[in-house]
Each structure stands twice: as C-alpha cells, then as structure tokens.
C-alpha cells in the first residue's frame, strides 16, 4: 500500500494564528484526500488532489500537491476555534495517515 | 437514507464473544470499506467492495474477522473469538464508485471487549 506520514502529530496555536499539516509518501501517490475529523466524530471528507503541483483553496484552506505526487500540505490561515480537530491525509483513499490535532486556543 | 448509517453505536463484549456490526451505506453508492480505528491514531483500512463483491480484504487483521455485503448494499463485520486488542471504533465508509471518490463515514461502531 502507499503509507503516508503526517508531520506534526499535534499543533496547539493561538486563534488567529497560521498552521500547516504535511504529508509525506516514500512512493509517489495516484492521488491524495484529505479528511478532518472533530473531537468525538467521523472523518469528513475535505479536498481530493490529483494532479502535480495541484494547489486547491477553501476559505483560508489551501491545498497542496508535491511537483513529485510524493507530498501533500493544509494550510489554514488565522485559525478559528471551528478549526479543532485532527487532519487526516489519505493516499489512495485507503491508506490514512495518523493525522495532525489542532488545538487553537481563543 | 442521508448519510452512512452504523449500528450498533455502541458494543461491549466479553473477551471471546463473537460481535456483528452493521453498516448501511448511502442509497446507490457502490462501493463501501471497513476501517479500524484505535484511540489517537487514524484510520486502518480493514476491507474494500466493490457491490458485492469483496476486492480488498488486505487489512484484515486476522481470520477472526469477516465481513459480507451479500446484496451490494447492507454490510456486516463479524469479530469472532473477540479479543481485548479488537476493542477500537469501526468505522464503515461509502462512495459512489472506487477508490476514486470521496468517501462519506458513518458515525462508527465504538466496541470494547471486556
């Protein structure tokens, strides 16, 4: 299978703070999901990226794809409290990575 | 049915017993997967259909475990001989088609073997 790892495992920030999640593959990925999963929830389905390079916005989410297809970053700009949760990077859809908590402190 | 649908929600088992967990997915999705999720980790894929057929079982940790989707919709898990490392959330997953779409999770079935 196509193991992804996720770095950090935790990030505490300050509301209004930036954070960003990277994934990483040691094969190059067919395409990559990224899924948030709040406190006592289901993974919730965010972004799918396919192509080289492909960069993806949300809000103040944006996506990226490695030129490689080996790695993959979330950005979020100015955290919210709404953004609490743990990040999930899947590669193949079946593979998940262990995920990064965010913690944002109003 | 709006979304993915597990039950039960909650299951506790005596070390031994065998468990089933239901899942039924979204009305016409054709594909459908079991992970296995422990507390603080993410989720490990278990088995993938495909309708009815069952095209990836990989991620099945033992031959305790057993899962049917016999009409391409409804999907069981069986835990047989459950042991105290199967306690974990189960998670059950559905797309429309393939590895390829998004898949949309139901609540989990959160089982703990006593």
């Known amino acids: 299978g196509q193991q992804v790892m996720q770095i950090p495992q935790y990030q505490h920030v300050q509301e209004g703070e930036d954070f960003t999640t990277y994934c990483n593959s040691s094969?190059?990925?067919?395409?990559i999901q990224w899924y948030k999963q709040r406190p006592g929830g289901h993974p919730v389905f965010l972004i799918q990226?396919?192509?080289?390079?492909e960069v993806k916005k949300q809000k103040r989410l944006t996506f990226q794809f490695g030129e490689a297809k080996k790695n993959s970053s979330l950005h979020i700009t100015a955290t919210q409290t709404t953004d609490v949760g743990t990040y999930f990077c899947?590669?193949?859809?079946?593979?998940f990575g262990k995920g990064t908590s965010l913690l944002v402190t109003p | 049915g709006a979304g993915v649908s597990q039950s039960p929600r909650y299951k506790v088992a005596k070390r031994g017993q065998d468990v089933a967990l239901r899942c039924d997915p979204i009305?016409?999705?054709?594909?459908l997967f079991w992970y296995q999720q422990a507390l603080g980790q993410g989720p490990e894929f278990l088995t993938y259909?495909?309708?009815?057929?069952?095209?990836?079982k990989s991620g099945l940790p033992s031959d305790r475990f057993f899962a049917e989707r016999p009409e391409g919709s409804v999907s069981t898990l069986k835990i047989q001989r459950t042991q105290q490392e199967d306690s974990a959330v189960y998670l059950c997953?559905?797309?429309?088609?393939?590895?390829?779409?998004?898949?949309?999770f139901g609540d989990g079935t959160r089982l703990s073997i006593l």
């Open positions: 899947a590669g193949y859809a079946l593979n």
């Open positions: 009305s016409g999705h054709v594909s």
């Open positions: 259909f495909q309708n009815e057929a069952q095209l990836d």
């Open positions: 997953a559905s797309s429309p088609e393939g590895v390829i779409n998004p898949q949309h």
């Open positions: 990226l396919v192509k080289s390079g």
């Open positions: 094969t190059t990925l067919s395409n």
